[in-house]
C-alpha cells in the first residue's frame, strides 16, 4: 500500500489480518481463516524481523484512515480492506458480527463514506480454507443511508451478510506451507 501510516498507531494485539487474509507465498502459505503459525494470538508476529515482503506491506485501512480505536479490526469486527481504497471504493471484510455494526458510529462513518460518493462493498468469510465472498451494495443501502434510518440500515445490513454467509464458498486451494525461519 502506498498510502503513509498513521504516526503512533500500532496494531496492538489485533491479529485478524493473520488470520483472516490468506497467504500463498513461496515462503509461508496459509489458508485462509486460519492463524498463521508465526502469530501469537493476541500479540502479534513472532517471526517480525524476517516475516515476508507482503507482511511487511499489508495493511488495513485502520492503520491508515482517521477511524477511531473503535474500529481497530479485533474490536469492530471489521477488516477494511486496502484494494479499492484509491479508486473510490470500500470493502469491509466482517470477520465478526458485533454491536459495533448497529452502533451509531458505524452508521454515521458509512453515511459519510457514501456522501462522498464512494462506493461500499461487503465481504465475509466462509469455513476455513475457503475464499471469501463479496458483493457491492452501495446502491441497496443508500437510501436507508440517505433517510438517516438507522433501524432499516440495520435490517439491510443483517439482511446483506446472511445472504453472503448462506453462500456457497470456493475453497483456496491453498496448502500450509512455513518455511520463513
Ligand atoms: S487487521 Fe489491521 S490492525 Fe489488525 S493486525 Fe492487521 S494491519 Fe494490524
Ligand atoms: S509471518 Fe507474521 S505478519 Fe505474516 S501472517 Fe504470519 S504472523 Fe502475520
Known amino acids: 500500500m502506498d498510502l503513509p501510516l498513521i504516526p503512533g498507531r500500532e ?16 515462503e509461508l502459505a496459509k489458508p485462509t481463516g486460519s492463524l498463521c503459525a508465526y502469530c501469537v494470538d ?6 517480525h524481523a524476517v ?10 485501512v485502520w ?5 477511531s480505536d473503535a474500529w481497530r479490526p479485533d474490536r469492530s469486527g471489521i477488516i477494511v480492506r486496502p484494494d479499492g481504497l484509491t479508486t473510490g471504493e470500500i ?17 454515521d462513518t458509512v453515511a459519510q463514506w457514501l456522501s462522498e460518493g464512494l462506493r461500499l462493498a461487503l465481504s465475509v468469510p466462509g469455513p ?7 458483493a457491492e451494495v452501495t446502491d441497496y443501502l443508500l437510501p436507508a443511508v440517505a433517510a438517516g ?32 525461519i
Open 149 to 180: 434510518d438507522t433501524a432499516q440500515f440495520d435490517q439491510l445490513m443483517t439482511r446483506c451478510l446472511d445472504s453472503l454467509a448462506a453462500h456457497e464458498f470456493e475453497p483456496d486451494g491453498i496448502e500450509t506451507r512455513y518455511a520463513v
Open 42 to 47: 493476541g500479540a502479534g508476529c513472532s517471526v
Open 11 to 26: 496494531c496492538g494485539p489485533c491479529v485478524e489480518c493473520c488470520r483472516f487474509i490468506p497467504l500463498d507465498l513461496p
Open 128 to 134: 476455513v480454507g475457503t475464499l471469501p465472498v463479496r
Open 51 to 60: 516475516r515476508p515482503q507482503t507482511c511487511r506491506t499489508w495493511f488495513c
Open 63 to 67: 492503520r491508515v484512515v482517521e477511524l
Open 91 to 107: 470493502t469491509l471484510y466482517v470477520v465478526r458480527r458485533t454491536d459495533f455494526l448497529t452502533g451509531d458510529e458505524f452508521f
